[in-house]
């Protein structure tokens, strides 16, 4: 499966973004998705993950309560909503697909996206 990654950008502290990752080349609920992201120098990190219909939600503690992960099957999309954002959100932002459900780990994904870039100013 190919995975687009798109809608960061340059953001005031407080405020919000939604990124989308559209999904071609395989049937798209088939895969469990999940975002993460990286900062120069560190190592990629999980953000959210949800199942191949919309259930079981996990979120890292850093963004519980402010990010909301989504997917449309019908348009092969998942989403990240981010809401109150801060500098330390700054971070490329990479989608990812595995046919497994549950992992939080970079390992457990097999398909990844390019990245898009969320900067955030203070």
């Known amino acids: 499966v190919q995975l687009q990654a798109y809608g960061g950008g340059l953001v005031q502290a407080g405020g919000s973004l939604r990124l989308s990752c559209v999904a071609s080349?395989?049937?798209?609920?088939?895969?469990?998705m999940g975002w993460f992201r990286q900062v120069p120098g560190k190592e990629r990190e999980f953000v959210a993950a949800i199942g191949w219909s919309g259930g079981g939600r996990q979120y890292a503690d850093s963004v519980k309560g402010r990010f909301t992960i989504s997917r449309d099957n019908a348009k092969s999309t998942v989403y990240l909503q981010m809401n109150s954002l801060k500098p330390e959100d700054t971070a490329v932002y990479y989608c990812a697909a595995d046919p497994a459900y549950g992992n939080t780990h970079v390992q457990g994904y097999r398909y990844w996206g390019q990245g898009t870039l969320v900067t955030v100013s203070s």
């Open positions: 080349g395989r049937t798209f609920s088939n895969y469990a």
